[in-house]
């Protein structure tokens, strides 16, 4: 059956269309700090709508019937029915009608309003009909969500309630839902995101999954693919609940080697196999605490790059020679507040709030209370982020915090190894912080001496990434940079300008890269 595509249908269908598999479109007007980023290009890169011939995306325009009936026919898989004829998507919304997705009289198949806008609480209807048939929810508790529930439709109640109970739909600032307001196509993507996310963990609900997997069981990939982290047990795992491993390299100082955290130097290690990136900002040695918005630029480009990248970014805030956390704490708290704030909308981003506490310095009477103020910063902006959390020793007394841990959910705590200085002592501590409950993420490891030198130690590596591979443990290597010391990355002279290649790599970098992917 040929179609007869009139030239507004034409552009309806560019507008879509999906895009070739892997491509990743930067739309001319979706930045990383837009609080829709995150839920645009994961729609996009799902391939269930895309943006304009002109590369934007618009994401203030008004989406349509035809269109939301359409991207949530892609969703669900529902295949237009045969034989119809005149606007584009017809045979779409013929399917989804006889689907029982909504009734004759709101959606004439007639066609006068297909070009219309959707209402909210029509769109809700259709997105549960389609994608959440089984969500319920309670009368009372749910229709006290809703400042404005006395002027939704009666024949929505059942599936705006179900929506809230589930958390796809959120009010506005002011409590309401708008049932007959527009959505924006931003709004929308929001909405479609988290109702096919929602139903993905319903199909995936019954498989707990394991404190610590076996080998093979753990999954990679990045931001798009894995959504917000969660910690289930001791172990790191995406948002449908399936454990995670992430591996990637840690930047060496901002203030010092900054141009290594640029795009191009982050797309190429996401090039090698990594699915994170760690922005290290010292505090002392010249870093945040002497030039705080220098620094505080430098952070968010690196930030807004490895987003752009897929990748998960940890910013780190990097304590060295300021060994005790407690003394820089309120700086670190507005830095924090302020970070999660500009992220609060992306799962890409977990927050290290003390590299490496070291010197007279306590668990339970300085890291600790210091991890509480910080978290509770955090999560007054960012309900669910991950935050890692060091120990005194540079970041080795996990035993410590095993013993009296920080009270939240999704908070892990950093492992920092050497391979040339830490052996198997230090990895028996992980087994039985682990078996004591803690969640751990080796947030920064080299392959060298604990002092960046003493060449490379190619047995002990192997030793310890077999075990961390074992445990299904997150990493980030330091560093990446092209610093004349065994632990950097890349061969002194390396340009951070151009893609890299073997030849680029040092000993380390090597050893390291080869096992990004892996
Ligand atoms: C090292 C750098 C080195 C720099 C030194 C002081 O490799 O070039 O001169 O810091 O700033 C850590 C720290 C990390 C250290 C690294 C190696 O987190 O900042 O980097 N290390 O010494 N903990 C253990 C080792």
Known sequence: MKLRLPALALVLVLLLAVLPSGARAAFSDVKPSDWFYQP?????????????????????????????????????????????????????????????????????????????????????????KALLPQARGDYNTE?????????????YYEAVLAAYAVGIVNGDDKGNFNPRSHLSRAEACALFLRAGDESARGQT?????????????????????????????????????????????????MQWYGPFASPQAIRNTAAFGANVF?????????????????????????VDAAIEADLYVIIDWHILSDGNPRTNQAQAVAFFAEMSKRYAHSPAVLYEICNEPNGAVSWSGDVKPYAQAVVKAIRANSPRSVILIGSPTWSQDIHLAAADPVAGDNLMYTLHFYAGTHGQWLRDRITQAQAQGLPVFVSEWGTSRADGGGGVFPAETKAWLDYLDARGISWCNWSLCDKDESSAALKPGTPATRAWTAADLSESGKLVFGALGG
């Open 205 to 253: 609900r019954p498989v707990q999954p394991t404190p610590v997997p076996a080998p093979g069981e753990t999954v990679r990939g990045g931001v798009t693919e894995n959504g917000w982290l969660r910690v289930e047990g001791t172990q790191l795992c995406s948002e449908a609940g399936r454990p995670l491993v992430l591996r990637g390299m840690s930047s060496h100082g």
């Open 40 to 128: 645009v290009t994961a729609m996009e890169a799902r391939g269930a709508l895309s943006g304009y011939p002109d590369g934007a995306f618009r994401p203030k325009g008004i989406i349509t019937r035809a269109e939301f009936v359409a991207v949530t026919a892609r969703m669900a898989g529902l295949s237009p029915a045969e034989g119809q004829t005149g606007h584009w998507a017809v045979g779409t919304l013929q399917a989804a009608l006889e689907a029982g997705w909504y009734d004759w009289d709101e959606i004439p198949p007639t066609g006068e309003t297909f070009n219309d806008p959707i209402p909210r609480q029509l769109a809700v209807k259709i997105l549960m």
């Open 278 to 302: 760690r922005v290290a900002m010292y505090t002392g040695e010249g870093g945040y605490l002497s030039q705080p918005a220098a620094m505080k630029a430098k952070v968010i480009a690196a």
């Open 143 to 155: 229709s006290a969500k809703m400042a404005d529930f006395s002027s939704l439709d009666g024949r």
